[in-house]
């Protein structure tokens, strides 16, 4: 290393809106101090250590709005139900996973989705018994808003039985699904969730993400699993973690808030449920189940005095909020909280949404005048939208197009911040970029660089950063940036010769690599974090040694 704190990347494409023609960056201290061209970098800073990108495309590091780190690290290291095909499949996997633990330990598996499976048909409590033989098995549904447990489970959650959305047979929903999620979760060892929530962090760092809002809460994943996070977080060479607890701001909370530095009582703080589980809050009945419209969980009274309380207390509020029913509940809710607070007090601290994904442009108008983020998961659509996905089944093809309205939010000023839901969708922000971009309804979506500023600045915005350069490479800027091998950059000069990898105008974006469905998304070569190199792709454990730099 030179004597020079001063790094210089040179040779690559840098993204940035200083200069559309940038190829060289320089950052002292951890923090964008220039950028520019080769030439001149290399005279303004002769002793800095030079970094050649060979071509490589430098742009900000991606922030993740909405992870579940201990669940996605369990799933990472643990068992995949998302490539099983029906019920003999799955009980196959649990089967053979549950041979291979032992008694005492807990099976947590993720991600089975019957609606893609050849016969949908669900396996019975007792041939999952019959599977897993002593072990507590807990397997999540792709939407982690329902599970198929066995009987061992339940005996170590025996109030699951007496709660709402219990069954004796199917998937266990709502009360009774928290309950053996707690029970499940809290079975682990310390050591297996400090080892899941370090290959979580890892992984996202290989995904070129610098930080990730985890959605913490006490039925999601209980006080010790994020006292667990926030340690573990602290070790050095991982992405930041923006800590949310998803109560309400009683005297507890708060005390919470104040001792583990939580950024607020926001996230997975639920008004209602999923759409996959039949839980999300509706104003007209499932399609395909109509004697039922969803589950609300809070009234817009306990939403209104939460966002009073934690706007008194000066941090974020937010809530997940999924149907319409739940919507407008919210809405209606931040109406009466300016009634108390005034528009201005309210706007200050940016409280967020988590999901939104039925929302009407009248209610987009009042949440941009409140200065509320919509933190979305443009994955969903990909995974569910389009005329015969999951959605539309739900809901019927009508109400299901109208679903994550990204264009509508943009236009009417909504702050949006991009993020996975992970596990509930993989930790993959380009494909985030490319899903938004393009929406599986014409019209709602939005374009590549809306997309993609979401997925950067607008993630650090959403958890309060409001400097106006973090998620830039501008100079001021920390230094969060990822490097990608990616195909031909866009240019911005509006010639058909260079554009030759796409004729679809939405993906024309300049300084932005091709995002078209057909195109190979980049590859992640470094992730840095305000200067320090936390993945390196050259280093087989994914991580570069705590205080050394990138070196080409
Ligand atoms: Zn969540």
Same mark, same amino acid.
């Given at each position: 290393?030179?004597?020079?704190?001063?790094?210089?990347?040179?040779?690559?494409?840098?993204?940035?809106?200083?200069?559309?023609?940038?190829?060289?960056?320089?950052?002292?201290?951890?923090?964008?101090?220039?950028?520019?061209?080769?030439?001149?970098?290399?005279?303004?800073?002769?002793?800095?250590?030079?970094?050649?990108?060979?071509?490589?495309?430098?742009?900000?590091?991606?922030?993740?709005?909405?992870?579940?780190?201990?669940?996605?690290?369990?799933?990472?290291?643990?068992?995949?139900?998302?490539?099983?095909?029906?019920?003999?499949?799955?009980?196959?996997?649990?089967?053979?996973?549950?041979?291979?633990?032992?008694?005492?330990?807990?099976?947590?598996?993720?991600?089975?989705?019957?609606?893609?499976?050849?016969?949908?048909?669900?396996?019975?409590?007792?041939?999952?018994?019959?599977?897993?033989?002593?072990?507590?098995?807990?397997?999540?549904? *792709? @939407?982690?808003?329902?599970?198929?447990? +066995?009987? !061992? %489970?339940? =005996?170590?959650?025996? /109030?699951?039985? &007496?709660?709402? $959305?219990?069954?004796?047979?199917?998937?266990?929903?709502?009360?009774?699904?928290?309950?053996?999620?707690?029970?499940?979760?809290?079975?682990?060892?310390?050591?297996?969730?400090?080892?899941?929530?370090?290959?979580?962090?890892?992984?996202?760092?290989?995904?070129?993400?610098?930080?990730?809002?985890?959605?913490?809460?006490?039925?999601?994943?209980?006080?010790?699993?994020?006292?667990?996070?926030?340690?573990?977080?602290?070790?050095?060479?991982?992405?930041?973690?923006?800590?949310?607890?998803?109560?309400?701001?009683?005297?507890?909370?708060?005390?919470?808030?104040?001792?583990?530095?939580?950024?607020?009582?926001?996230?997975?703080?639920? *008004? @209602?449920?999923?759409?996959?589980?039949? +839980?999300? !809050? %509706?104003? =007209?009945?499932?399609? /395909?189940?109509? &004697?039922?419209? $969803?589950?609300?969980?809070?009234?817009?009274?306990?939403?209104?005095?939460?966002?009073?309380?934690?706007?008194?207390?000066?941090?974020?509020?937010?809530?997940?909020?999924?149907?319409?029913?739940?919507?407008?509940?919210?809405?209606?809710?931040?109406?009466?909280?300016?009634?108390?607070?005034?528009?201005?007090?309210?706007?200050?601290?940016?409280?967020?949404?988590?999901?939104?994904?039925?929302?009407?442009?009248?209610?987009?108008?009042?949440?941009?005048?409140?200065?509320?983020?919509?933190?979305?998961?443009?994955?969903?659509?990909?995974?569910?939208?389009?005329?015969?996905?999951?959605?539309?089944?739900?809901?019927?093809?009508?109400?299901?197009?109208?679903?994550?309205?990204?264009? +509508?939010? !943009?236009?009417?000023?909504?702050?949006?911040?991009?993020?996975?839901?992970?596990?509930?969708?993989?930790?993959?922000?380009?494909?985030?970029?490319?899903?938004?971009?393009?929406?599986?309804?014409?019209?709602?979506?939005?374009?590549?660089?809306?997309?993609?500023?979401?997925?950067?600045?607008?993630?650090?915005?959403?958890?309060?950063?409001?400097?106006?350069?973090?998620?830039?490479?501008?100079?001021?800027?920390?230094?969060?940036?990822?490097?990608?091998?990616?195909?031909?950059?866009?240019?911005?000069?509006?010639?058909?010769?260079?554009?030759?990898?796409?004729?679809?105008?939405?993906?024309?974006?300049?300084?932005?690599?091709?995002?078209?469905?057909?195109?190979?998304?980049?590859?992640?070569?470094?992730?840095?974090?305000?200067?320090?190199?936390?993945?390196?792709?050259?280093?087989?454990?994914?991580?570069?040694?705590?205080?050394?730099?990138?070196?080409?």
């Amino acid at each position: 290393m030179s004597s020079s704190n001063t790094t210089l990347l040179v040779g690559g494409r840098i993204h940035t809106p200083s200069s559309p023609d940038a190829t060289a960056m320089a950052v002292t201290d951890g923090i964008v101090v220039w950028v520019g061209q080769d030439g001149p970098g290399r005279a303004l800073h002769p002793d800095a250590e030079v970094i050649d990108l060979d071509g490589a495309l430098v742009a900000p590091a991606f922030v993740d709005a909405h992870v579940h780190a201990t669940n996605t690290g369990l799933h990472l290291t643990g068992l995949d139900l998302t490539e099983v095909r029906d019920a003999a499949d799955l009980l196959a996997a649990v089967r053979a996973a549950a041979e291979a633990s032992a008694p005492e330990e807990v099976l947590i598996a993720h991600g089975w989705d019957e609606t893609t499976w050849t016969d949908s048909r669900l396996p019975s409590r007792a041939e999952l018994d019959d599977a897993a033989g002593a072990v507590p098995v807990y397997l999540s549904r *792709v @939407d982690a808003h329902s599970a198929l447990v +066995t009987s !061992a %489970l339940v =005996e170590l959650a025996p /109030d699951a039985v &007496h709660a709402e $959305g219990y069954s004796p047979d199917g998937p266990l929903t709502r009360d009774a699904h928290h309950l053996v999620r707690t029970a499940a979760h809290t079975a682990i060892t310390a050591e297996q969730r400090e080892r899941a929530q370090r290959a979580f962090l890892r992984a996202a760092a290989a995904a070129g993400i610098v930080s990730v809002h985890e959605c913490a809460g006490p039925v999601i994943s209980g006080e010790e699993d994020l006292r667990s996070l926030l340690q573990v977080a602290a070790e050095p060479g991982l992405p930041e973690v923006v800590p949310y607890w998803g109560a309400l701001a009683d005297t507890a909370a708060l005390d919470l808030v104040r001792e583990l530095g939580l950024r607020g009582l926001a996230g997975d703080l639920f *008004v @209602d449920g999923a759409l996959g589980s039949h +839980t999300a !809050a %509706l104003c =007209e009945p499932y399609a /395909d189940r109509p &004697h039922t419209s $969803g589950t609300r969980y809070l009234d817009r009274q306990a939403i209104a005095d939460h966002l009073v309380a934690c706007t008194e207390a000066g941090i974020q509020a937010g809530f997940h909020v999924i149907g319409d029913a739940a919507v407008t509940e919210v809405v209606e809710a931040f109406a009466l909280a300016e009634k108390t607070l005034g528009q201005r007090a309210l706007a200050r601290l940016g409280h967020r949404l988590e999901h939104v994904e039925m929302i009407t442009a009248e209610q987009a108008t009042a949440l941009a005048r409140w200065n509320v983020t919509a933190s979305m998961q443009p994955a969903f659509d990909a995974a569910w939208g389009g005329a015969h996905g999951m959605y539309a089944t739900r809901l019927g093809p009508d109400r299901a197009a109208a679903l994550n309205p990204f264009a +509508t939010l !943009a236009a009417e000023g909504v702050p949006l911040a991009f993020g996975s839901d992970t596990p509930v969708t993989p930790l993959d922000p380009w494909g985030g970029v490319r899903a938004a971009v393009y929406h599986r309804t014409p019209g709602s979506g939005i374009s590549a660089r809306a997309a993609f500023n979401a997925h950067t600045r607008g993630g650090h915005r959403a958890a309060g950063v409001v400097d106006g350069v973090t998620g830039s490479l501008v100079p001021g800027a920390p230094a969060h940036y990822a490097v990608w091998e990616a195909d031909d950059l866009v240019v911005a000069a509006p010639d058909a010769r260079v554009q030759r990898w796409s004729t679809d105008p939405r993906s024309r974006v300049p300084g932005l690599p091709p995002l078209d469905p057909e195109a190979t998304l980049p590859r992640c070569l470094r992730t840095v974090r305000a200067g320090q190199v936390i993945y390196d792709h050259t280093d087989g454990t994914g991580r570069a040694a705590p205080g050394t730099q990138a070196r080409a």
